[in-house]
């Protein structure tokens, strides 16, 4: 497993890399065109690049990365690209790229499902701090209750629809579906959108034995620390996220904790030789 989990890093991350390479130059020259940098070292600006670049373009294959490795965990066949849990008839085509997407009969953009959904966010957000702190109303339990009813009070009779989920999988008792964000460092206004975007694809599920959370790649406060994010007023935490170490250890096979799975990670783009792809290409722009 540990091997098939680095040979899964290396062939999402050396596209990563080819990717970049691809595009870098012109990257690096839309840059030194920018005023506003042009005090600083070609080097620096360089990396600046390389960084901007990586950031993009790694959370797409870090991403494909969890989808396979959940494969592993879980059989491809729990881990479909076309999640289908009611089974329903249709002719979608399976979407290309390691892409999920969920079958449902359920008209996702009917203005009244959107609002009732939004108005279940907004009247059940998180308020007060410290010890008179009163957590999201938005758990497990409350969706099940609250929203499941709207899978059949807005189901059509003969049309099909289909959403993009981030990730979702079977785990031999529940479907879990999850919004996943690199750091999750969403800002005030963009988190209630991302959290009605999951709530929708829970409706969309249609069944009892769905879980739906938000999940970061990382923790960006550092792990084993509390996460902070704007998230957090929208939905219950922890019950309703996997943050870092609790996504991966989540999908993980079993006997490969985090700490392997870093391990993997940093032995993998070893093997690629990052480092060496990265100063190849910052000293063929500032070399020109």
């Known amino acids: 497993m540990r091997e098939q989990i680095k040979q899964i890093i290396i062939e999402e ?23 506003l940098l042009s005090q600083m070292d070609e080097r620096i600006t360089a990396s600046m690049v390389f960084v901007s670049s990586f950031e993009s373009k790694s959370g797409f294959a870090i991403e494909s990365c969890a989808k396979r ?13 076309i999640v289908n849990p009611r089974n ?19 008209d996702t953009n009917n203005g009244s499902l959107r609002g009732e959904i939004a108005a279940f966010r907004a009247t059940n957000v998180a308020s007060g701090r410290g010890r ?20 059949d009070k807005y189901a059509t ?41 999951l709530l929708t694809i829970y409706v ?28 957090k007023k929208h939905m219950a935490y922890p019950e309703m996220f996997l943050i870092g170490k609790d996504f991966w250890e989540k999908i993980l096979p079993n006997g490969i904790t985090f700490k392997d799975f870093e391990d993997i990670y940093k032995s993998a783009l070893e093997e690629i030789d990052l480092n060496k792809h990265i100063n190849e290409m910052i000293e063929d722009c500032i070399g020109n």
């Open 157 to 197: 009779q003969n049309s099909i629809f289909t959403k993009p989920v981030d990730l979702a999988f079977f785990d031999g008792q529940d479907w879990n579906i999850l919004e996943l964000k690199a750091g999750g460092d969403l800002d005030s206004s963009n988190a209630p959108s991302n959290v009605e975007k």
């Open 69 to 81: 490795i959940a494969k592993l965990r879980f059989g491809e066949e729990n881990v479909p690209s």
């Open 88 to 106: 329903l008839s249709h002719h979608i085509p399976a979407p290309k790229n390691n892409e999920q997407i969920v079958v449902t009969n359920i």
């Open 204 to 231: 969309d599920m249609g069944i009892e034995n769905c879980k739906a959370y938000f999940g970061t790649l990382y923790n960006k406060d550092g792990e084993g620390k509390t996460w902070t994010g704007a998230v």
């Open 13 to 35: 991350f050396s596209r990563v890399v080819n990717l970049i390479e691809n595009d870098f130059k012109s990257n690096y020259d839309r840059k030194v065109n920018n005023f």
């Open 132 to 151: 008179s702190r009163v957590e999201s109303g938005v758990t497990q339990e409350s969706i099940k209750k609250e929203l499941l009813p709207l899978a």
